[in-house]
């Protein structure tokens, strides 16, 4: 359909439609969910959860095992950390204390349902982003169900991995983002914006490669570029900074390092080049091979360029090649 005008953020119209989107794609992520423990990193993610509950901590002691101690100094910790971002750990405390407290309730049962839940708001998400773009109800629609029901979302909401939550961030960023250029960068929007990209760092370090892509949708334009803008640029890059600062300072307690971009890009990760022969390469494992959803919004990216709205397009080539 062709984009109409939108004067003003659509976010909370025709409620009734996006209740209707997540009950159909929870409903659905429900009829494939096994609540089984998929990988060793939802465990050790897990084992989090229950020491944030428990002791206020990311130490293992349930899954020791997945992370054993690298040294047998008998002055040492015991126990180590699990090396997540706190944002899933914090997020998921509801599910574990209801299974806590319930008699009955499976505590990973329980907390596995987290992803179902996430991944349905972030197919409402698409459907509410289409909106503020101008384009019709009816492709908002389409476009979230060929999200929700057509791509790797499905096999996502069955873990507890934190790739749906990154998702779910990165696009109430760039909802946020624009919202933010049409206001005329009105602070409140900044620190709206502010805050959300915060969040969004807090559920996986590597989001921080959707930035580049995501400051497309916050710019007017090269040509357009005035002081308000100049001036939201630089309090975002201060945040950024100020937050790598501050997860650095902390990490080895919390996060283990997991914000340390220059070693972690330094060439010490072992699995560095067959993940990208594997990404980039691979016929059963690529994101061509793999992702169908990517080459069907190649067309929309040229559609979307010849329109005259270059940046989306930008911004979508962009994150794709960063991450």
């Not at 020791?64 to 040492?76: D, G, K, Q, W």
């Not at 890009?265 to 067959?274: E, F, R, S």
Request: hydrophobic residues 55%.
């Amino acid at each position: 359909s062709k984009p109409h005008a939108a004067h003003i953020p659509i976010f909370w119209q025709r409620g009734g439609i996006p209740v209707a989107l997540f009950v159909l794609l929870a409903s659905v992520y429900m009829l494939v969910y096994s609540g089984r423990i998929e990988s060793g990193d939802s465990a050790v993610l897990f084992n989090a959860v229950t020491s944030f509950y428990r002791f206020g901590d990311f130490q293992l002691d349930l899954m020791m095992s997945e992370r054993l101690p690298a040294t047998f100094n008998p002055n040492a910790p015991l126990l180590v950390s699990a090396s997540a971002e706190p944002l899933q750990v914090v997020l998921a405390q509801p599910l574990y204390a209801l299974a806590h407290a319930i008699p009955g309730l499976g505590l990973v049962h329980t907390v596995w349902v987290f992803n179902v839940i996430v991944s349905a708001l972030a197919g409402c998400v698409i459907y509410a982003y289409a909106l503020h773009l101008g384009y019709a109800r009816r492709t908002a629609v389409v476009g979230a169900l060929a999200f929700g029901l057509g791509t790797m979302i499905v096999p996502y909401s069955k873990s507890f991995f934190r790739e749906p939550l990154t998702l779910l961030m990165v696009l109430l960023v760039g909802l946020t983002a624009d919202q933010t250029r049409r206001s005329g960068y009105r602070p409140l929007w900044i620190a709206a914006l502010a805050v959300m990209t915060g969040l969004m760092l807090l559920t996986r370090a590597p989001a921080l490669f959707a930035l580049p892509g995501l400051a497309v949708i916050v710019l007017p334009g090269v040509r357009r570029i005035d002081r308000r803008a100049a001036i939201t640029l630089a309090l975002l890059a201060g945040v950024i900074a100020a937050f790598l600062i501050i997860t650095n300072l902390v990490g080895d307690s919390f996060f283990g390092g997991r914000y340390d971009i220059l070693r972690r890009l330094g060439g010490q990760n072992p699995y560095l080049i067959t993940a990208l022969h594997s990404y980039l390469l691979s016929v059963g494992g690529s994101i061509w091979a793999s992702s169908p959803v990517t080459l069907l919004a190649l067309p929309g990216i040229g559609l979307l360029a010849r329109a005259g709205q270059p940046s989306y397009a930008c911004a979508a080539v962009i994150i794709l090649l960063a991450f």
